[in-house]
């Protein structure tokens, strides 16, 4: 058996699969997830419903460490950031949005990013590794914790989405893993609408996630043509446009015919003029599709601008007209560079921009 297995590494299955690997019964397994994620108690001695046999076992050949904080930052909005050290070169950011009716947590879900998008900050940084389990579960244990849910007991965080640093279906596996652990009744139990991963077209990872999981899903479409496309999203170039809409049509399917969130980054002159609004609305149409504007949030570098508030509110009302369910996302944490795209991290090792396959591996 492993000798450290870092237990927030694991989900119901496989929390099951340790405790009978090491001769005990499997609802063992229940009874520690919850200490972990409902209780919060990362201490075997605090966990007082097993043994002191079981407890000294656990200590001997398991921790539960998740990631540490570095640092929090707190908007004049009230948006709060983390930056959590994953190891001793790496750092990644966390981020809790509130609002009225709900609790917003944007996990990450690599070390940087591989897929350099023309707009976005985390691109800038370079990619160095995907997360483990530990580390993106870890993300949730840790902000429920600061915001004190493991003393209130009320639920403060009540929907996650994936939309931190990263590419969530270039990390498939433990991606899957940490919002099964979302999702678990025994962990988070939040329900699958309020669990969202976002991804920036990974086309054959959409198809394998509509066999292995039922969260809501957001695209990043931001163009509709693959000329601009390719420029803003390269991956666009392996996955272009009619696979992806495709992707997400069948992704809907296997859902029950739930909507896809599609979200769009307003980028002045560049995307949003109202001829981009028609086609948009041509392209999204017969869909259980949904829109999300996304003003440009700016950073150090970009030779981007964010789009007039006009300008979207016009680009929307053609969308609504067409019938299209469209919100825009308003900017929050922005002084605090929380906002979607800017968070940054530290990525320590940039070397490793390469170009990717469809599911992460260098080519
Ligand atoms: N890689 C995933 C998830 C991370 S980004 C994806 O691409 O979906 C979350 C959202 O923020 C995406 O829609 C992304 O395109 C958008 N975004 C990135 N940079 C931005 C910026 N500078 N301003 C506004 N939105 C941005």
């Known amino acids: 058996m492993n000798k450290h297995v870092n237990l927030l590494d694991l989900d119901r299955q496989s929390m099951e699969v340790f405790f009978t690997d090491m001769g005990e019964k499997s609802f063992r397994a229940s009874q520690v997830l919850k200490w972990i994620h409902q209780q919060g108690v990362i201490e075997f001695d605090g966990m007082t419903n097993l043994s002191l046999s079981l407890r ?3 200590s001997e050949t398991a921790c539960i460490t998740p990631p540490e904080i570095v640092s929090e930052h707190i908007s004049n909005d009230g948006t709060l950031k983390w930056l959590l050290r994953v190891d001793s070169n790496n750092c990644i950011e966390t981020v809790f949005i509130p609002e009225k009716e709900r609790g917003t947590l944007c996990v990450s879900s690599q070390v940087g990013c591989p897929l350099d998008c023309s707009f976005c900050a985390t691109a ?9 389990v530990a580390e ?36 498939f596996d433990n991606v ?18 309020r669990v969202t991963l976002s991804t920036a077209g990974v ?19 931001h163009a509709t043509n693959d000329k601009l496309r390719d420029e803003l999203v390269p991956l666009n170039k392996k996955y272009p446009i009619d696979q992806l809409i495709a992707a997400s049509r069948q992704y809907s399917k296997t859902q029950s015919g739930d909507p896809i969130t599609f979200e769009y980054v307003m980028l002045d002159g560049i995307n949003d003029s109202e001829k981009d609004a028609h086609e948009l609305a041509e392209l999204l149409k017969d869909f ?17 601008q964010r789009s ?5 509110d016009r680009f ?11 919100m825009t996302r308003k900017t929050r944490g922005e002084d605090i560079d929380a906002a979607c795209g800017q968070l940054v991290g530290k990525v320590l090792s940039r070397a490793k921009r390469n170009k990717v396959n469809n599911m992460g591996n260098r080519i």
């Open 308 to 312: 007039k508030t006009e300008r979207i």
């Open 203 to 221: 086309v054959p990872g959409i198809e394998k996630l509509g066999n292995v999981s039922n969260v809501s899903l957001a695209v990043s479409l």
């Open 56 to 58: 000294k076992k656990l």
């Open 316 to 326: 929307r009302y053609i969308l609504v007209n067409a019938g299209i369910l469209t």
């Open 136 to 171: 993106i579960i870890g993300q949730v244990w840790v902000a429920n914790n600061a915001l004190g849910r493991y003393q209130k007991k009320e639920r403060i965080i009540s929907n996650v989405v994936m939309m931190g640093m990263g590419e969530p279906l270039l990390n």
């Open 176 to 193: 899957i893993k940490a919002m099964n652990l979302m999702m678990d009744d025994l962990a988070y139990g939040l329900s699958r609408k």
């Open 288 to 304: 259980p599709a949904k829109v999300n504007l996304i003003p440009f949030n700016t950073f150090p570098g970009t030779e981007y």
């Open 124 to 132: 800038k940084q370079g990619f160095n590794r995907n997360l483990t």
